[in-house]
């Protein structure tokens, strides 16, 4: 994928009357691109362009809420609502742009869920380490055991192995008389992790 080679040419973009030059845009073609096809190799192009033409001119608290998003693969109002997030997930979908696939529920593209996080995590890495502990419990306080194993994912291995036997004791027994009981393995893999840890217990 060549972002570069996605824009318009400069006439072409004059003569629709767009803002800016076709150079700026470049990048977002290749999101959009890289977004409907998923088999198409990370490129460093667009990459640079989501940096220095839309994630810094977004304030910390977008960053924050996408980062938020970035989290699970797929987010219902509740989930952002337990991971600290102030709105809806249809107005963050619309913000995120050709990053998003679905609105209701949310879903942003696979592909670009890492890259998200890390620039939240570069910029606030206290805060996505507190977002992630109350996210893991007040998940599993509104009975969303599913999202809390989703969650691991995102977690430093220290703070996975704790949060996964929070998930054993509270969600266990659920998770493995439901259809989810592939993410009991998950979260069993993880708190197994900790050798010293009697999962029986």
Not at 35 to 40: G, I, M, Q, V
Not at 65 to 86: I, K, M, N, S, V
Not at 187 to 198: F, K
Request: aromatic residues 8%; proline residues 4%; glycine residues 6%.
């Amino acid at each position: 994928l060549d972002a570069t080679a996605l824009a318009l040419r400069e006439e072409e973009w004059r003569e629709f009357g767009l803002p800016g030059t076709a150079q700026d845009w470049g990048g977002w073609w290749g999101a959009m691109q890289a977004a409907s096809r998923p088999e198409l190799a990370w490129e460093a192009d667009f990459a640079a362009w989501l940096d220095s033409a839309w994630l810094s001119d977004l304030d910390a608290a977008q960053l924050a809420d996408l980062g938020r998003a970035a989290l699970l693969p797929t987010l219902e109002d509740e989930d952002f609502a337990a991971l600290g997030g102030h709105r809806e997930c249809a107005e963050l979908g619309h913000e995120a742009g050709p990053l998003c696939i679905s609105t209701t529920p949310l879903r942003l593209v696979p592909r670009f869920r890492p890259y998200l996080l890390e620039a939240w995590r570069k910029q606030a890495p206290e805060t996505v380490k507190m977002t992630l502990d109350r996210g893991f419990s007040r998940l599993l306080a509104r009975g969303r055991a599913v999202q809390a194993v989703w969650l691991l994912d995102a977690a430093d291995p220290q703070q996975a192995e704790a949060a996964a036997r929070q998930i054993l004791a509270a969600a266990g027994w659920q998770l493995l008389f439901s259809r989810h009981r592939n993410l009991l393995k998950r979260a069993l893999d993880v708190a197994a992790a900790d050798t010293a840890h009697n999962l029986l217990s």
